[in-house]
């Protein structure tokens, strides 16, 4: 199946560029104003519309609210419109302000989608000398064009030049792969199962990127036009989830209303069912006979309905040790085809991902909402311009970016934590340095302390470290359980408690850097210097070994 | 006036029109082959780049009314063979709405001297005062 096209805002007062792309680039979507999902040029009331792209800042806005997969944008310089559609501005000769307006629309798009590429339709002759062309070196992804102004070939070349770009980037939709093996078997294997009419099921535990794997990978690239429509299925009471998923007739139990579930809502698109161990019994059998053949009965109704969605399974403990267990139904199983299921790694086995993830999160970051907010209040307090991306650094930071800077002890001590939470935990724990950074860097300005180079913005590695500290608690459930659920059948029960101990040693030393001492105190009542003994002791009864688990630290 | 002033006045008249009458009428000849006829999805696009250039008025019209200004300070040779190029469209005008094909590749045809010759004329910074 073709993978989805890519979706185009145009951004001009008049509708020569609409009508142009509409009628020679028809491989794209475009992100229209308007209710209806057919292409602009199969629709009826084509003639004379206006809700075919933006015409000002304010239509812009309304196009970005309604459409968050918009992958490029074209920009015009000039507006023709009244002075009350124009962005503010100190230029007082309307003529002038109407020329450039498409200037004072690409600041604003920095300032509430960073992100995305922009291609402005003119030429440099256009722009004038006056114009600071700092504006534009600033943001790699504009590009002029001038003299191939309404050359519709030009046009698309510039386009796939501009996604190209962004695919070098490293992101695909949105979902960070990082370099490591695994993760590129993975990404071949799910680009390839997406585009197939099968079920998928994907494995990982807890923060690992399950639930943005199946949007932005399977159902991104899957070519379907439903939507993406996800439950969790830990989150829903059990006496709840049937009629969640197929819905309801009226009648069906006290207060029922005529409501279709999630299967319905996801018809065409993709259903996600986090969680999927979770289903009790009976939920189970209901799933079973609606993946066999493809329908389903709303709670309360005797009819069956068709149902055409994509499924996609997603668990963190392993089903196949619930199956075994026979808390999982065996057929059900087999129905979610477990012999091409996607294993997502822990943090902790592709480390080498840690910089390039870390990189995504803080753009990511900064890209739009209150916290690119934040980010401009401190570019105009410390007098830079409107910040088009922000980079993660180790050592120094870089020209023509503002950069966040980590020493390169404060990379290794994020390579030597054990990430329990996953891509989760990096992602809050990038988040919550970048923005404290941000923080401090923002008063040293108000009290006049400011750096020499406000572009670079330091991540104190006292900082760090003490955010590495308190971002994870392993309470005991969270150890035993994929613990437990991965000791291969026939296990002893000494062996399983032997190995719950040695995982539980192997963490607390992780977790006090390979301090005896504090270990004693978590793990022992009494005196913890004298404790330390025999905690080193049974550590090394375990199989433990020190030198091992340093070089894990070390990274 | 200074010389200064009235050229740069000549450069912000000349650039206006390549912008609102010389990019703008030839979008559809960029996207056809010299001698080629266009296919049927760009045919209204050549009727509105001619016909109706700013949603309403001709080409000929508007180009006439913003060379007003540069006729005013400069004569120059190019403003005239360009009016003469729209007025020849203009007489064209039911042929190509007919979709003659002669008449069709000669309205192309016309789009495209009249861009590049009010490229020349805005690159030359819309002649000497």
Redesign the interface.
């Known amino acids: 199946m073709k993978a989805r096209a890519p979706k185009l805002l145009i951004v001009d007062d008049g509708e020569r560029y609409a009508e142009l792309a509409h009628a020679l680039l028809r491989d794209y979507r475009y992100a229209t104003r308007c209710e209806l999902s057919l292409p602009c040029w199969e629709c009826p009331r084509r003639e004379g519309c206006r809700l075919t792209h933006a015409h000002d800042w304010a239509e812009t806005e309304q196009a970005l609210r309604r459409h968050s997969d918009i992958d490029v944008v074209l920009l015009d310089l000039r507006f023709h419109i009244p002075v009350e559609r124009l962005l503010p501005s100190d230029e007082t000769r309307l003529a002038e302000r109407q020329r450039l307006e498409g200037l004072a629309i690409l600041r604003r798009l920095r300032r509430v989608r960073a992100e995305l590429p922009v291609i402005l339709m003119t030429s440099v002759e256009q722009l004038g000398p006056e114009v600071d062309e700092q504006v534009f070196a600033a943001d790699e992804f504009v590009s002029l064009a001038g003299a191939d102004a309404f050359d519709a070939r030009a046009l698309g070349l510039l386009i796939e030049r501009t996604l190209a770009r962004r695919r070098e980037l490293g992101a695909s939709h949105g979902y960070e792969w990082g370099e490591s093996p695994a993760m590129a078997r993975l990404r071949r294997d799910a680009s390839t199962l997406a585009r197939t009419s099968l079920p998928l099921l994907i494995l990982g535990e807890t923060g690992t990127g399950k639930s943005a794997l199946a949007e932005r990978v399977i159902h991104a690239e899957s070519g379907r036009k439903g939507s993406f429509v996800a439950v969790d299925l830990a989150a829903l009471p059990e006496t709840l989830v049937a009629a969640e998923l197929f819905g309801t007739a009226p009648g069906a139990y006290s207060g029922a209303m005529e409501r279709e579930g999630r299967f319905e809502r996801a018809e065409a698109g993709t259903l996600l069912l986090d969680e999927v161990g979770n289903l009790s019994a009976e939920n189970q059998r209901m799933l079973l006979l609606a993946l066999q053949d493809g329908r389903i009965t709303r709670l309360g109704e005797n009819v069956t309905r068709k149902v055409d969605v994509k499924l996609v399974a997603a668990s963190n403990v392993d089903l196949e040790a619930e199956v075994r267990a026979g808390r999982f139904r065996a057929d059900l199983y087999a129905r979610l085809n477990p012999a091409a299921r996607l294993t997502l790694p822990p943090l902790r086995q592709r480390k080498e991902d840690i910089e390039s993830l870390a990189q995504s999160f803080l753009r990511r970051t900064f890209a739009a909402g209150p916290d690119r907010a934040l980010l401009l209040e401190y570019a105009e307090a410390a007098g830079l311009d409107a910040p088009g991306r922000v980079q993660l650094c180790v050592g120094k930071g870089v020209e023509g970016a503002l950069s966040f800077v980590l020493a390169s002890a404060s990379l290794k001590a994020l390579r030597a934590h054990p990430w329990p939470g996953n891509i989760r935990e990096l992602e809050l724990l990038i988040k919550s340095a970048a923005l404290l950074a941000l923080a401090d860097a923002r008063e040293a300005i108000e009290r006049g302390r400011a750096g020499k180079e406000p572009n670079t913005i330091p991540i104190p590695t006292k900082l760090l470290r003490e955010l590495l500290q308190a971002s994870w608690v392993a309470p005991d459930t969270e150890v035993r359980t994929p613990v437990a659920s991965a000791m291969p059948r026939g296990k002893s029960l000494r062996a399983l408690a032997q190995g719950l101990e040695r995982d539980l040693f192997e963490r607390l030393f992780l977790e006090t850097h390979g301090d005896f001492v504090a270990m004693a105190e978590r793990l022992l009542e009494g005196d913890a210097e004298e404790n330390a003994r025999r905690v080193r002791l049974r550590f090394n009864q375990l199989g433990l070994r020190v030198r091992e688990l340093r070089s894990r630290l070390e990274g | 006036m200074s010389p200064d002033v009235a050229n740069d006045d000549l450069a912000a008249h000349a ?1 206006r029109l390549l ?1 609102d009458v010389g ?2 009428i ?2 559809t000849a ?2 056809v082959a010299e001698g080629q006829l266009p296919p049927d ?2 045919r209204p ?1 050549l009727l ?1 780049d001619l016909y109706a250039l700013d949603g309403t008025h001709k080409a000929s019209a508007l180009f006439h009314e913003r060379a007003l200004p540069l006729r005013a300070v400069r004569d120059d040779a190019r403003l005239d063979r360009v009016e003469a190029l729209l007025a020849r469209a203009d007489a064209i005008e039911a042929d190509v709405r007919a979709g003659e094909d002669h008449a069709v590749l000669e309205a192309l045809a016309i789009c495209r001297e009249v861009e590049s010759t009010l490229r020349a004329l ?1 690159a030359d910074g819309g002649g000497e005062a």
Request: no cysteine; net charge positive; proline share 0%.
């Open positions: 650039r912008h990019k703008y030839a979008r960029r996207n999805v760009l696009l509105q805005a």
